[in-house]
T-cell receptor, first 111, second 117 residues
Framework: GQNIDQPTEMTATEGAIVQINCTYQ??????LFWYQQHAGEAPTFLSY????GLEEKGRFSSFLSRSKGYSYLLLKELQMKDSASYLC????????????FGGGTRVLVKP | GAVVSQHPSRVICKSGTSVKIECRSLDFQATTMFWYRQFPKQSLMLMATSNEGSKATYEQGVEKDKFLINHASLTLSTLTVTSAHPEDSSFYICSASRRGGPNGEQFFGPGTRLTVL
């Protein structure tokens, strides 16, 4: 099976930067996804990493190190609307498009 | 593109009744659909995976006779919660994947809030 860990909660100030870490233990790793989920809504796609390195998309960046089983999501220039849960999810080979989700990290942005 | 809809968005029912939730891929053919359940302040828990025209594969601990899944076409899957009880109250989310996308790519529906009285 897979084991995916991420912090439960983080608090940051508007305009600041927050880094959400995700560690995973899995065999047959085949990609890692980050999703944003506001309360009562469905997850929305943020990023996808399958190779080592940094993927940048506007204020959001995601990093992957396959050898370390580690990823992070970096949120820059935080805005109040960024208060949400951030979910790390891993895909594995041979499981179709099935994803295993971490517990999610609730980020609270304060003024 | 890649829009997934769910219906209804909210449903309140009495204990013992059955509730059907529909999940549709609006602008693509969904080779696989997934059903998740999410309790407050928790992450998504996969309930089952369904492929068009075949029986759903249920995750460990999910009762297949209680949560009936039908994937009748490449654009529609339904989840029926049979004989619902208050502990079945939850947020149910479906997702769909399409042929040719990155492994693991899923498009999520807006979710259905089920409250069982």
């Amino acid at each position: 099976g897979q084991n995916i860990d991420q912090p439960t909660e983080m608090t940051a100030t508007e305009g600041a930067i927050v880094q959400i870490n995700c560690t995973y233990q899995t065999s047959g790793f085949n990609g890692l996804f980050w999703y944003q989920q506001h309360a009562g809504e469905a997850p929305t796609f943020l990023s996808y990493n399958v190779l080592d390195g940094l993927e940048e998309k506007g204020r959001f960046s995601s990093f992957l190190s396959r050898s370390k089983g580690y990823s992070y999501l970096l949120l820059k220039e935080l805005q109040m609307k960024d208060s949400a849960s951030y979910l790390c999810a891993v895909a594995v080979r041979g499981a179709g498009n099935k994803l295993t989700f971490g517990g999610g990290t609730r980020v609270l942005v304060k003024p | 593109g890649a829009v997934v809809s769910q219906h209804p968005s909210r449903v309140i029912c009495k204990s013992g009744t059955s509730v059907k939730i529909e999940c549709r891929s609006l602008d693509f053919q969904a080779t696989t659909m997934f059903w998740y359940r999410q309790f407050p302040k928790q992450s998504l828990m996969l309930m089952a995976t369904s492929n068009e025209g075949s029986k759903a594969t249920y995750e460990q601990g999910v009762e297949k006779d209680k949560f009936l899944i039908n994937h009748a076409s490449l654009t529609l899957s339904t989840l029926t919660v049979t004989s619902a009880h208050p502990e079945d109250s939850s947020f149910y989310i479906c997702s769909a994947s399409r042929r040719g996308g990155p492994n693991g790519e899923q498009f999520f529906g807006p979710g259905t809030r089920l409250t069982v009285l």
